[in-house]
């Protein structure tokens, strides 16, 4: 095929097609010939924004379709072990596009990308309820994770929000009941529950960053990175 | 013709034949309401035909043949005959007339639900001929069986070859409510399966995600007629009325068509079910799930024992799913299972209970100058099927269908690209979740010409033997009757020519998952959407 080849372009390509060679090339992998032409931490960000996307839509629904689940899991590792060299990296500097909390992800540090990807992986293990308490993960992330990688297990079930609650056997049900999910009902997920499709590269999720105040975003954040331990009292809700 | 013979090596010439389903919204069109042969059902509280979902009424046809709305349970109560097709006649879309001459384009909709324009449930699903060929069988996502039966050909019309009608409609399945989980169960088939027959009545397996049932449909042209203690329209007598007694007799009757079901099989998967697959010992039968494999014996309805079960005991190293499983046609202990990593393994039931381990791994490495974060998405198998002869099997993945020899598992045989031209347009298709579409693929009865689908209508066609391909179409545009398919072409860079169509025009929307080859015949059935289009080829 062309494009993986970087074959050189006749002189009359129309200019469509020039841009389509620069946009189409940033989904293959660094160290790929054909990506010299775009930034690749850029670019790697919006596929795993979009992977990320699709994968809390697959997981909202009341029954997941396991191989998309999978499929779309496995993808997002391949895009964070390429992302891995970039985010050891100071803070990648904005695109041209409005800012958006994906760019805080990458600009956030290693264990919070790693810690991220760690939750949004431990969702697998409540699909058909598993009553192990939360075990510390297999493998993953990039080098220098930090120790505390089991609190993040814990996030990820509250990341889920209650609807995915009927996917636990009943027995483990009453472990969560005193969690205070409004806290998780922020603009931040809002695009995922109301779009059906996966937002294009610089879609409306970005676009509702800004009403984020920054002190929600710092919440969001330790979310993420896993300083909130289930077994703290739960904080007022937001 | 010798049927299955180097179907493409002279240049064979594929011609619409019919299509069934509704036409677009748009079309306007007057109903007509016909009696036609083989589709009286007699109405009764059991049977299921009016088990209709959510409660649809329609107007029926009363006996006398005049309009009458009638609702599924007076239907029940009365237990009169009501006629349940109708014969849409739209104004305009060319499609099969029943004699040359006829301006009139008709459409056979007698199957149809009781609405004048596609809804989600008309979506057909799964495509099926049996073991002669002479029946066809599709799924919907509404949870309805409709099954074809090819009309006997007659002298007179030699020219032209028997033709499909319906034969039998049914609902096979209805959305469930899992009350445990709060999950409500799809009763779309994802697979129907023939058994061979073996005595007058024909056996079916429909699935939908979890639950496998097996349906038996017969005909019956005799009913007695005589009862002492029912009277003609079986209401009981009172016995103090009876004067005289008198023997029941048969006598014949319209041709009546009725399926009902003989087996469920339920409970047994936790996840989706993807494929069902008959022994060929005709005693047992296997379903797949995303994570198991179950086998079945026909006759037991509680049991069922687990041959494969790939589930890792931390669900989070969860890496890989089952996409497609099938049985070998002849060796009843052998059978095959896809992954989503483009694997294929081949089991045996002797080597142990639980075929964890497989006998054979088949896996062709990756190529590195091909290499993407796509790369696993896309060499995922949505389908695999054992060639007739049992010496091979062919795998679909996004882009191409491979042909593998059972005896070299280290790379396929031959690779055939459906379309090539969508490798540079990954990243759109990963947005949209097109990527995730499942084709499926055929042989031919004599396996030398391999069938799967693509998007805008496009299907393919591979031969074997001489190494060409086609690109035909499956559209109401292009189907008129006997007409010959003209082959597509897609466009991929440079000047377009006037025939061609560029990858940039394509309706992604329009994807021809599912299609099926006359075991013996070049007669092929593609669905397209909610339309079911038949092809055969062209007769000399």
Redo the contacts between chains.
Sequence with gaps: MMLSKGLKRKREEEEEEKEALAVDAWWLEPGHPAVAQAPPAVASSSLFDLSVLKLHHSLRQSEPDLRHLVLVVNTLRRIQASMAPAATLPPVPSPPTAPGIADNLLASSDAALSASMASLLEDLSHIEGLSQAPQPLVDEGPPGRPSGAAPPSLGALDLLGPATGCLLDDGLEGLFEDIDTSMYDSEFWAPVSEGHKPSPEDGPGKEEAPELDEAELDYLMDVLVGTQALERPPGPGR | MIPGLGALTQDTLWCFSQVKGTIEIGATEDEMLLSLPALHLQTSEYHPLFQLPHGRLGPWCSPTGSPAPLSCETGCREGSWILVCRLLVPTQVSLLSMEEDIDTRKINNSFLRDHSYATEADIISTVEFNHTGELLATGDKGGRVVIFQREQESKNQVHRRGEYNVYSTFQSHEPEFDY?????IEEKINKIRWLPQQNAAYFLLSTNDKTVKLWKVSERDKRPEGYNLKDEEGRLRDPATITTLRVPVLRPMDLMVEATPRRVFANAH???INSISVNSDYETYMSAD??RINLWNFEITNQSFNIVDIKPA????????I?AAEFHPHHCNTFVYSS?KGTIRLCDMRASALCDRHTKFFEEPEDP??????S??IS?ISDVKFSHSGRYIMTRDYLTVKVWDLNMENRPIETYQVH?YL?????SL????CI?DKFECVWNGSDSVIMTGSYNNFFRMFDRNTKRDVTLEASRENSKPRAILKPRKVCV?GKRRKDEISVDSLDFSKKILHTAWHPSENIIAVAATNNLYIFQDKVN
């Design positions: 445990l989980k709060s999950l409500e936790t996840y989706h995303d994570l931390n669900m989070e190293e969860l890496t890989e799913v996409t989503s100058s091909n290499r993407s974060f796509f696993e998405i995922s090539d490798r540079s347009k990954l990243c990963y947005e949209n979740d995730f860079g």
